[in-house]
């Protein structure tokens, strides 16, 4: 399934790099997610946009920057992280935030902090 | 709080046989959805199955069913004449009345030939 693609798909950086993770998803969906997972738990929310109108922030902390410029494209900006940041981003996209239809997720990035 | 369990780290099952994943959860609500999704190695998770609370009739898709236990909060994966490519790490997940997912930790399982 290609509905949704994340990029790149594999990150490596230091802790005082600046880089961006990249989501689109071609599904007419208009709300889209980022997860956090990391192995043996479960995954973490942590964005939501609605319209590309943020409507949660799950006490993620401000070294993580969400972007939604359309309905289409989901950015995730990543500023001085840590390494327990190191983990595996999925991004997600539904028809909406108030349906209950599944999610579609993306492949990942899988993102290592030095 | 509201949580998903899965009390099964790993399973293992020969290639064909029947496999069994458990899931629990925690809830006071009477109305939600329950989602069992795969995540194979290095792929992408997708949706295995879904089932609605207020339907009593157990959902299944081809070699995949569940078993809704509505009292008992249990939401169990059956997978029949497990292949290869069933193998993968599966999570069990329910949609909370804010409809956001919460998840289980996952279960990984081994299909052995």
């Known amino acids: 399934e290609t509905g949704v693609t994340q990029t790149p798909r594999h990150l490596v950086m230091g802790m005082t790099n600046k880089k961006s993770l990249k989501c689109e998803q071609h599904l007419g969906h208009n709300a889209m997610y980022w997860y956090k997972q990391s192995a043996k738990k479960p995954l973490e929310l942590m964005f939501v946009y609605n319209f590309k109108e943020q409507t949660e922030n799950n006490s993620v902390p401000s070294r993580f920057s969400p972007e939604c410029p359309n309905s289409s494209h989901l950015f995730l900006h990543l500023h001085t992280l840590q390494p327990e940041d190191s983990a595996l981003y999925l991004c997600?996209?539904?028809?909406?935030?108030?349906?209950?239809?599944?999610?579609?997720f993306g492949d990942g990035t899988r993102l290592s902090i030095l | 709080a509201q949580t998903v369990t899965q009390s099964q780290p790993e399973m293992s099952v020969q290639e064909a046989e029947t496999v069994t994943l458990s899931c629990t959860y925690d809830?006071?609500?009477?109305?939600?959805?329950l989602f069992w999704y795969k995540q194979p190695p290095s792929r992408q998770m997708i949706l295995v199955i879904r089932?609605?609370?207020?339907k009593q009739q157990n959902a299944t898709e081809n070699r995949f069913s569940v078993n809704f236990q509505k009292a008992a909060k249990s939401f169990s994966l059956k997978i029949s004449d497990s292949q290869l490519g069933d193998a993968a790490m599966y999570f069990c997940a329910r949609m909370d009345s804010n409809y956001q997912l919460i998840w289980g930790a996952g279960t990984k399982l081994i299909i052995k030939p």
């Open positions: 809830t006071s609500e009477s109305d939600y959805y």
């Open positions: 089932q609605e609370a207020y």
């Open positions: 997600a996209s539904s028809e909406g935030i108030y349906s209950n239809q599944p999610q579609h």
